[in-house]
């Protein structure tokens, strides 16, 4: 082990342990429990659209886009001419000479939304050399709540373990749409608030601008893009309901928005009020631990909230970045670690710590990697310490 300044490696874990603490959490924290990445999860929508009449609307857009596109670009797409098409004398676009309205469109858009839905339920994981793919369904199920409900016991049940009652709630942000934080939070008798009221089935209360509350709860859960839960009614009420229950009414549309757009009338979509409350979180002025897992930096509109936040004057935000590191750190946490404010960005990979611009620090002398930048290595760090995972 490349020993550096072992002050760094307490001051981790004297991190982890404050009582004002923020994680985002991507898509990369459920891809362990079955549930795929953005371009594995591309590959399966497309194969399951292969037979439908939207099929050809959605090869036309796919060629417009650049080759790493993956379903939520699509979905962004998808929308932006939606609205092109509300504005339109019209109501209709040309997408590569072919006519279609918005209801086209629309139609297209729910297929999509619908086979995601199904698809990050039940899991599915995609073939490789070794073996075929493993794809989940009603009957049979394939994702798991274990790694998250490790994590949580790690974090809530140890690091604050007979301090619920003296510290705030720990705000959990997510991209993902699946309900593996919430089903966790449940499992280890964690009690959170998402907004909602009411059980199985529950409307969406909370509102743009209003507090958060403050006691009674462990975690928040805020769902930054939607989750596969989640319903809009006719009549602009959010609903989170069941698998094949057949109330509430489903007439509406699953909440799944990857990008901000005029897709819908933004009254009647929570999405503002979510970025809002993170917007927040990381602008109190206290003195946050922002921990970011399974996050691949590729959300623009996400990074811009938290580099504004960070740089501002009074911010005492630290930065706790896990990540994986492939041909060097991802451009935005470069930019930021080098930046006027970037002495308070750690990044963890499976190379070494890096704090500011200073490292990689901590690698292993006998050249085999850290497990820092995955969900179990994240686990193993909150459970055993930073410097037992070294």
Not at 133 to 152: E, M, Q, R, T, W
Not at 249 to 278: C, E, M, N, S
Not at 354 to 372: A, E, F, K, Q
């Amino acid at each position: 082990m490349d020993t550096g300044d072992d002050g760094y490696l307490q001051q981790l874990d004297e991190f982890l342990s404050r009582p004002d603490q923020i994680w985002l959490l991507g898509a990369g924290v459920s891809y362990s429990a079955g549930i795929p990445l953005m371009h594995p999860l591309t590959e399966r929508i497309m194969q399951l659209v292969a037979k439908s009449i939207h099929k050809p609307l959605l090869d036309k857009l796919l060629d417009e886009l650049p080759e790493n596109t993956h379903i939520e670009h699509l979905l962004s797409h998808l929308g932006d001419y939606a609205t092109l098409a509300s504005r339109s004398r019209s109501q209709q676009v040309t997408i590569s000479g072919s006519i279609y309205s918005i209801k086209n469109l629309e139609d297209a858009h729910f297929e999509v939304l619908k086979y995601i839905s199904e698809t990050v339920r039940w899991g599915y994981r995609a073939a490789d050399d070794k073996k075929d793919a493993d794809i989940g369904s009603f009957k049979n199920p394939i994702v798991s709540a274990d790694y998250h409900l490790g994590f949580l016991n790690a974090l809530l049940g140890k690091r604050q373990a007979g301090l619920d009652s003296r510290r705030p709630p720990i705000r959990f942000f997510t991209t993902n749409y699946d309900t593996l934080l919430e089903d966790a939070l449940a499992l280890g008798c964690f009690p959170y608030w998402d907004g909602f009221v009411g059980g199985a089935v529950a409307f969406r209360n909370y509102r743009y601008g209003d507090k958060e509350p403050t006691t009674g709860f462990r975690g928040h859960v805020i769902k930054l893009h939607g989750s596969i839960d989640w319903y809009l009614g006719d009549d602009g009420k959010v609903w989170r309901v069941r698998d094949q229950d057949l109330y509430p009414d489903r007439a509406g549309r699953v909440l799944i928005y990857p990008q901000a757009t005029k897709y819908i009338a933004t009254q009647r979509d929570p999405f503002a009020a979510q970025f809002d409350l993170f917007r927040r979180a990381l602008s109190n002025g206290n003195d946050n631990i922002f921990a970011l897992c399974g996050y691949s930096f590729g959300d623009d509109h996400i990074n811009q909230e938290i580099e504004f936040a960070l740089s501002m004057p009074g911010s005492k935000t630290t930065v706790l970045a896990f990540c994986f590191e492939s041909d060097g750190l991802p451009s935005v946490l470069e930019s930021w670690r080098q930046s006027s404010w970037g002495k308070r960005v750690y990044v963890m990979t499976q190379n070494g710590l890096y704090v500011g611009p200073i490292g990689p620090m901590h690698s292993r002398n006998d050249g085999t990697l850290l497990d820092w930048w995955t969900f179990e290595g994240v686990t193993n760090v909150l459970k055993n310490g930073v410097e037992g995972t070294v």
